[in-house]
């Protein structure tokens, strides 16, 4: 079992930056892809970015890619998720999750792949 803490958001002004953390406990994180999702109000959860249990291979969606960077650190079961260039439709809470699974950006952009999930934290960028 998982249990993944995200920690960093915060209010910031558009074109600013904030990294997300996810603290994890539990011994399948290094075998675990991690993910980052967000949800705005309204809106149904979507897909930001993921990494894979090694790290050697990252997904981003489209409207994320160029901007965000995410990484991490196995040996102190972290993620992160670095975020530059911010705009105020980046304005949401965002979660992180862990899978098991493993395969093509769209089997990882998808919610129910992911077991686990953390409490979120609020992000909220000014204009």
């Known amino acids: 079992q998982v249990q993944l803490v995200e920690s960093g958001g915060g209010l910031v002004q558009a074109g600013g930056s904030l990294r997300l953390s996810c603290a994890a406990s539990?011994?399948?994180?290094?075998?675990?892809?991690m993910g980052w999702f967000r949800q705005a109000p309204g809106k149904e959860r979507e897909f930001v970015s993921v990494?894979?249990?090694?790290?050697?291979?990252?997904y981003y969606a489209d409207s994320v890619k160029g901007r965000f960077t995410i990484s991490r650190d196995n040996a102190k079961n972290t993620v992160y998720l670095q975020m530059n260039s911010l705009k105020s439709d980046d304005t949401a809470v965002y979660y992180c999750a862990a899978s098991a699974a493993w395969g093509t950006i769209a089997t990882m952009s998808t919610p129910r792949k992911y077991t686990y999930w953390g409490q979120g934290t609020q992000v909220t960028v000014s204009s």
């Open positions: 990494i894979s249990w090694g790290g050697s291979t990252t």
């Open positions: 539990g011994r399948t994180f290094s075998t675990s892809a």
